[in-house]
């Protein structure tokens, strides 16, 4: 009897631990982490928003896109792969993101992340769950018009290959096409956090600060 309890006791501290997994996400090296997804349109200014939460959260900030295009520049066959597909304002298959942006989160010494412009699609949100089990605490949405988005792109003059009118708009047309039916699935698990991003910065950053006190994120101060 006292063995039978033991191996229950081992299987139920085997399940609970699968479900702390589950529920909070664990990388492949035991490391516990807590992720927002950060989602909008190109131009919608998730990276400036996401700059100004890690200052004043502590969060750290993984860009989807600055991470593809380092590859790029790391010419890796991965790199030129990625760089054809940009060009073509296709979406770059979901393990190569997901391996980028597990080896970022490992190598990191924070456990808060911001996940800017993933997942793109409702394959990319799916698979990101399946291998990482996390599951993102909310979904950090910023809202903005199509021509808002292209103004502000057309004058940030970055020297992006992608950043040509054609490409911009077969980006929104992914974006609507592909990304905002992971909005709307996150909106329907109650996880969505939307902001107005058509505002200036300054007033986008009070909403984003609201929703970030509302979990009990701490403004840090200096």
Do not use: W
């Not at 399940?15 to 807590?34: D, I, Q, S, T």
């Not at 991965?78 to 391996?99: C, D, F, L, R, W």
């Not at 996940?115 to 910023?142: C, M, Q, S």
């Not at 502000?152 to 974006?175: A, M, S, Y």
């Amino acid at each position: 009897m006292n063995r039978f309890l033991r191996l229950l006791d081992k299987f139920m501290g085997t399940m609970v631990a699968a479900a702390n997994r589950e529920a909070n996400g664990c990388l492949p090296n035991g490391k516990m982490v807590k992720v927002v997804f950060v989602l909008g349109g190109p131009g919608s200014g998730k990276g400036t928003q996401c700059a100004n939460i890690v200052e004043h959260f502590g969060f750290s900030h993984l860009s989807a896109g600055d991470l593809l295009r380092a590859e790029i520049k790391s010419g890796s066959e991965n790199g030129a792969m990625i760089q054809n597909m940009i060009k073509e304002g296709k979406i770059v298959p979901s393990e190569v993101t997901i391996k980028l942006l597990q080896q970022a989160m490992q190598e990191s010494d924070n456990d808060k992340f911001l996940i800017d412009g993933f997942p793109r699609n409702e394959e990319n949100r799916a698979a990101f769950e399946k291998v990482t089990g996390i599951i993102p605490e909310f979904v950090l949405f910023f809202d903005c018009s199509e021509e808002e988005m292209e103004r502000r792109i057309l004058n940030r003059n970055q020297g992006r290959e992608d950043d040509n009118i054609d490409t911009i708009r077969k980006r929104f047309k992914v974006f609507v096409e592909s990304s905002v039916p992971v909005v709307e699935y996150y909106e329907s698990k109650g996880k969505v956090r939307k902001i107005d991003a058509g505002k200036p910065v300054g007033e986008v950053f009070e909403a984003v600060k609201t929703v970030f006190s509302s979990i009990g994120a701490k403004l840090q101060t200096a």
